[in-house]
Protein backbone atom coordinates (compact mmCIF):
# COMPACT_ATOMS: atom_id res chain seq x y z
CA UNK A 1 0.00 0.00 0.00
CA UNK A 2 1.31 3.63 -0.92
CA UNK A 3 2.27 5.04 2.56
CA UNK A 4 0.70 8.26 1.18
CA UNK A 5 -2.83 6.33 1.97
CA UNK A 6 -3.18 6.22 5.72
CA UNK A 7 -7.07 4.87 5.67
CA UNK A 8 -7.97 2.39 2.89
CA UNK A 9 -11.48 1.10 2.74
CA UNK A 10 -12.29 -2.42 0.99
CA UNK A 11 -15.27 -3.50 -0.21
CA UNK A 12 -17.22 -2.26 3.67
CA UNK A 13 -20.80 -3.52 3.50
CA UNK A 14 -23.02 -2.95 6.64
CA UNK A 15 -26.04 -4.76 7.71
CA UNK A 16 -28.32 -3.36 9.95
CA UNK A 17 -31.11 -5.88 11.02
CA UNK A 18 -30.47 -7.71 8.09
CA UNK A 19 -30.94 -4.75 5.42
CA UNK A 20 -27.75 -3.56 3.35
CA UNK A 21 -26.91 -0.25 4.49
CA UNK A 22 -23.53 0.13 2.86
CA UNK A 23 -23.31 -1.99 -0.24
CA UNK A 24 -19.50 -2.59 -0.83
CA UNK A 25 -17.50 0.91 -0.43
CA UNK A 26 -14.32 1.32 -1.61
CA UNK A 27 -12.05 4.31 -0.81
CA UNK A 28 -8.56 5.42 -0.28
CA UNK A 29 -7.52 8.86 2.02
CA UNK A 30 -4.75 10.06 1.48
CA UNK A 31 -2.43 11.63 4.53
CA UNK A 32 -2.95 14.86 5.85
CA UNK A 33 -5.69 15.55 3.62
CA UNK A 34 -9.63 16.74 4.33
CA UNK A 35 -11.50 14.36 2.97
CA UNK A 36 -15.46 14.97 3.06
CA UNK A 37 -17.95 11.84 2.67
CA UNK A 38 -21.25 13.76 1.36
CA UNK A 39 -24.58 12.66 0.20
CA UNK A 40 -28.43 13.11 1.14
CA UNK A 41 -30.00 12.25 4.27
CA UNK A 42 -30.35 8.19 5.07
CA UNK A 43 -27.60 7.58 2.08
CA UNK A 44 -25.27 5.68 4.72
CA UNK A 45 -22.54 8.41 5.72
CA UNK A 46 -22.61 8.39 9.50
CA UNK A 47 -22.56 3.77 9.62
CA UNK A 48 -19.25 4.63 7.21
CA UNK A 49 -17.83 6.44 9.54
CA UNK A 50 -19.25 4.69 12.98
CA UNK A 51 -17.86 1.35 11.34
CA UNK A 52 -14.03 2.90 10.71
CA UNK A 53 -13.79 3.06 14.96
CA UNK A 54 -15.63 0.32 15.01
CA UNK A 55 -18.81 2.04 16.87
CA UNK A 56 -21.23 -1.17 15.98
CA UNK A 57 -18.99 -3.78 17.68
CA UNK A 58 -21.54 -3.49 20.32
CA UNK A 59 -24.65 -3.53 18.45
CA UNK A 60 -26.10 -7.18 18.12
CA UNK A 61 -27.95 -6.80 14.91
CA UNK A 62 -25.19 -4.95 13.40
CA UNK A 63 -22.67 -7.42 10.23
CA UNK A 64 -19.91 -5.35 9.50
CA UNK A 65 -18.07 -6.56 6.20
CA UNK A 66 -14.34 -6.20 4.36
CA UNK A 67 -11.81 -4.37 5.69
CA UNK A 68 -10.61 -1.26 6.86
CA UNK A 69 -6.89 -0.82 7.27
CA UNK A 70 -5.62 1.96 9.01
CA UNK A 71 -1.79 2.74 8.39
CA UNK A 72 -2.00 -0.62 6.76
CA UNK A 73 -3.16 -2.85 9.89
CA UNK A 74 -6.83 -4.55 9.50
CA UNK A 75 -8.72 -2.04 12.30
CA UNK A 76 -11.51 -5.31 13.00
CA UNK A 77 -7.54 -6.98 14.54
CA UNK A 78 -6.93 -4.43 16.60
CA UNK A 79 -6.84 -3.42 20.39
CA UNK A 80 -10.12 -1.60 20.48
CA UNK A 81 -7.63 0.98 23.37
CA UNK A 82 -5.28 1.08 20.90
CA UNK A 83 -8.22 2.39 17.87
CA UNK A 84 -9.66 4.53 20.37
CA UNK A 85 -6.18 6.64 20.50
CA UNK A 86 -5.53 6.24 16.41
CA UNK A 87 -8.87 8.00 15.43
CA UNK A 88 -10.78 10.57 17.42
CA UNK A 89 -14.17 11.01 16.51
CA UNK A 90 -15.98 14.55 16.88
CA UNK A 91 -20.11 13.98 16.21
CA UNK A 92 -22.71 15.79 15.04
CA UNK A 93 -24.05 17.58 18.71
CA UNK A 94 -21.53 18.56 20.96
CA UNK A 95 -20.90 15.96 23.94
CA UNK A 96 -18.33 17.22 26.17
CA UNK A 97 -18.73 15.57 30.04
CA UNK A 98 -21.04 18.71 30.65
CA UNK A 99 -20.41 18.37 35.10
CA UNK A 100 -15.88 18.07 34.46
CA UNK A 101 -14.10 21.43 33.92
CA UNK A 102 -12.63 22.05 30.94
CA UNK A 103 -9.48 21.27 31.62
CA UNK A 104 -10.54 17.70 32.75
CA UNK A 105 -12.42 17.18 29.70
CA UNK A 106 -9.33 17.23 27.47
CA UNK A 107 -7.34 15.70 29.91
CA UNK A 108 -8.85 12.55 30.91
CA UNK A 109 -8.19 10.87 27.20
CA UNK A 110 -4.15 11.60 27.78
CA UNK A 111 -4.26 10.12 31.35
CA UNK A 112 -6.35 7.38 30.46
CA UNK A 113 -4.17 6.11 27.60
CA UNK A 114 -1.41 7.41 30.14
CA UNK A 115 1.09 9.78 27.52
CA UNK A 116 2.33 11.89 29.56
CA UNK A 117 4.53 11.66 32.61
CA UNK A 118 3.65 14.46 35.06
CA UNK A 119 1.34 17.02 35.75
CA UNK A 120 3.73 19.96 33.68
CA UNK A 121 3.56 17.43 30.80
CA UNK A 122 -0.71 17.70 30.76
CA UNK A 123 -0.83 21.18 31.27
CA UNK A 124 0.62 21.87 27.81
CA UNK A 125 -0.90 18.82 25.98
CA UNK A 126 -3.78 20.34 27.83
CA UNK A 127 -3.44 23.98 26.01
CA UNK A 128 -1.85 22.51 22.73
CA UNK A 129 -5.28 20.53 22.61
CA UNK A 130 -7.71 23.73 23.27
CA UNK A 131 -4.76 26.31 21.07
CA UNK A 132 -5.41 24.14 18.51
CA UNK A 133 -9.17 23.86 18.79
CA UNK A 134 -8.87 27.73 18.56
CA UNK A 135 -10.57 27.96 22.11
CA UNK A 136 -7.31 28.80 24.13
CA UNK A 137 -8.25 32.53 24.41
CA UNK A 138 -11.66 32.26 24.98
CA UNK A 139 -11.25 29.70 28.24
CA UNK A 140 -7.19 30.03 29.93
CA UNK A 141 -8.43 32.56 32.72
CA UNK A 142 -11.03 29.80 33.52
CA UNK A 143 -10.06 26.22 33.12
CA UNK A 144 -12.15 24.95 36.31
CA UNK A 145 -14.90 26.10 35.11
CA UNK A 146 -17.77 23.52 34.03
CA UNK A 147 -18.01 22.23 29.91
CA UNK A 148 -22.03 22.23 30.24
CA UNK A 149 -21.67 26.07 30.79
CA UNK A 150 -20.09 26.93 27.38
CA UNK A 151 -22.23 27.95 24.27
CA UNK A 152 -22.45 25.34 21.65
CA UNK A 153 -19.98 26.36 19.38
CA UNK A 154 -17.09 26.29 22.75
CA UNK A 155 -18.98 22.98 23.03
CA UNK A 156 -17.97 21.87 19.63
CA UNK A 157 -14.70 22.82 20.25
CA UNK A 158 -14.02 21.73 23.54
CA UNK A 159 -14.86 18.36 22.01
CA UNK A 160 -12.38 19.12 18.94
CA UNK A 161 -9.83 19.60 21.30
CA UNK A 162 -10.45 16.26 23.51
CA UNK A 163 -10.26 14.27 20.53
CA UNK A 164 -6.71 16.01 19.09
CA UNK A 165 -5.33 15.60 22.35
CA UNK A 166 -4.89 11.85 21.67
CA UNK A 167 -2.96 12.88 18.58
CA UNK A 168 -5.00 10.20 16.37
CA UNK A 169 -4.07 9.34 13.07
CA UNK A 170 -7.31 10.67 11.41
CA UNK A 171 -10.27 12.83 12.79
CA UNK A 172 -13.73 11.75 12.17
CA UNK A 173 -15.97 14.69 12.08
CA UNK A 174 -19.52 13.12 11.95
CA UNK A 175 -21.79 16.67 10.24
CA UNK A 176 -19.51 18.55 13.10
CA UNK A 177 -21.14 22.09 12.23
CA UNK A 178 -24.82 21.07 11.74
CA UNK A 179 -25.76 21.93 14.92
CA UNK A 180 -23.96 25.50 15.11
CA UNK A 181 -24.97 28.42 13.88
CA UNK A 182 -23.10 30.33 11.24
CA UNK A 183 -20.19 32.19 12.77
CA UNK A 184 -19.48 29.08 15.17
CA UNK A 185 -19.50 26.92 12.02
CA UNK A 186 -17.50 29.14 9.98
CA UNK A 187 -15.24 29.18 12.90
CA UNK A 188 -14.82 25.40 12.99
CA UNK A 189 -14.41 25.10 9.21
CA UNK A 190 -11.21 27.63 9.26
CA UNK A 191 -9.66 25.22 12.46
CA UNK A 192 -10.60 22.25 10.15
CA UNK A 193 -8.50 23.37 7.63
CA UNK A 194 -5.33 24.38 9.99
CA UNK A 195 -6.14 21.29 11.46
CA UNK A 196 -4.92 19.26 8.45
CA UNK A 197 -1.28 20.49 8.74
CA UNK A 198 -1.00 17.73 11.64
CA UNK A 199 -3.80 15.73 10.98
CA UNK A 200 -6.18 13.93 8.60
CA UNK A 201 -9.72 14.56 8.73
CA UNK A 202 -12.27 12.64 7.53
CA UNK A 203 -15.65 14.54 7.70
CA UNK A 204 -19.37 13.80 6.79
CA UNK A 205 -21.65 16.13 5.46
CA UNK A 206 -24.78 16.44 3.85
CA UNK A 207 -23.70 20.34 2.66
CA UNK A 208 -22.02 19.60 -0.61
CA UNK A 209 -21.14 23.66 0.06
CA UNK A 210 -19.37 22.40 3.28
CA UNK A 211 -17.54 19.84 1.32
CA UNK A 212 -16.61 22.20 -1.56
CA UNK A 213 -15.58 24.81 1.13
CA UNK A 214 -12.92 22.84 2.94
CA UNK A 215 -11.58 19.59 1.67
CA UNK A 216 -9.27 18.67 -0.75
CA UNK A 217 -11.06 15.08 -1.69
CA UNK A 218 -14.47 14.18 -1.64
CA UNK A 219 -16.71 11.26 -2.26
CA UNK A 220 -20.41 11.19 -2.76
CA UNK A 221 -22.27 8.34 -1.43
CA UNK A 222 -25.63 7.63 -2.59
CA UNK A 223 -27.74 4.42 -1.09
CA UNK A 224 -24.93 3.51 0.45
CA UNK A 225 -22.41 3.07 -2.44
CA UNK A 226 -19.70 5.03 -3.74
CA UNK A 227 -21.13 6.86 -6.80
CA UNK A 228 -18.06 9.21 -7.47
CA UNK A 229 -15.13 10.00 -5.82
CA UNK A 230 -11.42 12.41 -6.58
CA UNK A 231 -10.44 15.93 -5.64
CA UNK A 232 -12.24 18.31 -4.24
CA UNK A 233 -12.44 20.95 -7.57
CA UNK A 234 -12.78 17.89 -10.01
CA UNK A 235 -16.08 17.19 -8.63
CA UNK A 236 -17.43 20.28 -8.66
CA UNK A 237 -16.34 21.20 -11.45
CA UNK A 238 -16.49 18.12 -13.56
CA UNK A 239 -18.64 15.39 -12.26
CA UNK A 240 -18.61 12.53 -14.12
CA UNK A 241 -22.10 10.83 -12.96
CA UNK A 242 -25.49 12.57 -13.62
CA UNK A 243 -26.18 11.98 -9.85
CA UNK A 244 -23.55 13.75 -8.34
CA UNK A 245 -24.19 16.74 -11.07
CA UNK A 246 -27.25 16.90 -9.62
CA UNK A 247 -26.28 16.43 -5.89
CA UNK A 248 -23.90 19.36 -5.74
CA UNK A 249 -26.48 21.54 -7.73
CA UNK A 250 -28.95 21.46 -5.17
CA UNK A 251 -31.57 19.06 -7.25
CA UNK A 252 -31.23 15.26 -5.24
N1 LIG B 1 -29.03 2.03 14.66
C1 LIG B 1 -29.73 1.88 13.54
N2 LIG B 1 -30.75 0.99 13.48
C2 LIG B 1 -31.48 0.81 12.36
N3 LIG B 1 -31.24 1.47 11.20
C3 LIG B 1 -30.24 2.35 11.19
C4 LIG B 1 -29.44 2.61 12.35
N4 LIG B 1 -28.51 3.53 12.01
C5 LIG B 1 -28.73 3.85 10.73
N5 LIG B 1 -29.76 3.13 10.23
C6 LIG B 1 -30.30 3.21 8.86
O1 LIG B 1 -29.20 3.21 7.96
C7 LIG B 1 -29.46 4.09 6.87
C8 LIG B 1 -28.28 5.05 6.72
O2 LIG B 1 -28.24 5.89 7.86
P1 LIG B 1 -27.02 6.90 8.11
O3 LIG B 1 -27.29 7.57 9.42
O4 LIG B 1 -25.74 6.21 7.92
O5 LIG B 1 -27.24 7.94 6.91
P2 LIG B 1 -26.62 9.36 6.70
O6 LIG B 1 -26.22 9.39 5.27
O7 LIG B 1 -25.56 9.61 7.71
O8 LIG B 1 -27.87 10.30 6.94
P3 LIG B 1 -28.01 11.74 7.67
O9 LIG B 1 -27.36 12.74 6.75
O10 LIG B 1 -29.49 11.93 7.76
O11 LIG B 1 -27.33 11.63 9.01
C9 LIG B 1 -30.79 4.77 7.15
O12 LIG B 1 -31.77 4.11 6.38
C10 LIG B 1 -31.00 4.53 8.62
O13 LIG B 1 -32.37 4.42 8.91
Known amino acids: MSSDIILKIEKLKVKISGKEILKGIDLEVPRGSIFAIMGPSGSGKSTLLRAINRLWD ?62 EELERLVEWSLKRAYLWDEVKDDLKRKAGRLSGGQQQRLCIARAIALKPKVLLMDEPTSALDVVSTKRIEENIVELKKEFTVLIVTHNPQQAARISDYVAFIYDGKVVEVGPTSEIFTRPKHELTEKYVLGKV
Open 58 to 119: LYPDVEVEGKILLEGRDVYQMDPHELRKMVGMVFQRPNPFPHMSIFDNVAIGPKMHKMVKSK
